[in-house]
């Protein structure tokens, strides 16, 4: 089994927090090849030590956002070499805090597992302009096999977008376009975990000072407790 991971960082700030060396140097074991992508700006030379004992290499893309450092990566051709020959493609991202649970736990369990690809988390169906918008996994945790990796259907959302679920919006980002297109093409899904929402009037402290036992995974984005099971 090879594995490629993909890594963004908003580098707007210039800075790489503990919770991402925390989160790198645990998934580090489950990867053969990692690439750091920085977007939004660069990292002084004393940020970037941080995360390159885990990188294969660390890139500053000419991007602004996620969506566009994404497609800068899965079209750049100094990229598609460790891209093509991996048996999964890990995309994540810096918005979550984890793993309270090892990595490398979540992957032997989804080793049984014959979707195509799967993630942590997924944003339920809703309503959108009086249209309903599909369920999908949510990017900053994605896992593609390679029978995605190798399709057609990958490289055209990829060079070009799609249509989500709702015909009337364009969505060409790795959100629900990316699922809606793959499961119409006859590709399928799961989720590692079960979901819940929860209000928090407390600031979110270090990763490293919760309990590794609770098996959360936390996204700073969306405020949600995600508990990881087989």
Known sequence: MKR???????????????????????IDACL?????FIYGGDLSDGEKEKVSFY?????????????????YALTDDMF???????????????????????????FNGM?????????????????????????????YFMVFRKEIIESDAFKSFVENGSECSVPSRKNDDFDDGLTWF????????VLTSRRFSISLGLQIFE???MPES?????????????????
């Open 111 to 139: 080793s049984q597992s014959k979707a195509n690809f799967w993630g942590i988390s997924r944003r339920a169906a809703y309503h959108d302009k009086g249209e309903i918008v599909n369920e999908y996994l949510q990017r």
């Open 4 to 26: 490629t991971g993909l890594f963004f960082a908003d580098g707007r700030y210039g800075i790489i927090n503990n919770y991402i060396t925390f989160l790198l140097e645990d």
């Open 32 to 36: 053969d090849t990692l690439i750091i």
């Open 182 to 189: 793959l499961s119409n093409r006859g590709f399928t899904y």
């Open 80 to 106: 598609l070499a460790d891209i093509i020959c991996a048996d999964e493609l890990v995309v994540f991202d810096d918005s979550f805090y984890g793993p309270f649970i090892p990595f490398a736990d979540v």
């Open 214 to 230: 609770m098996g959360y995974f936390v996204n700073w984005y969306c405020i949600l407790l995600n508990i990881w099971y087989n």
């Open 55 to 71: 990188a294969d290499r660390v890139v500053a893309v000419p991007a602004y956002n996620k969506k566009s450092a994404l497609r």
């Open 207 to 209: 990763v490293s000072l």
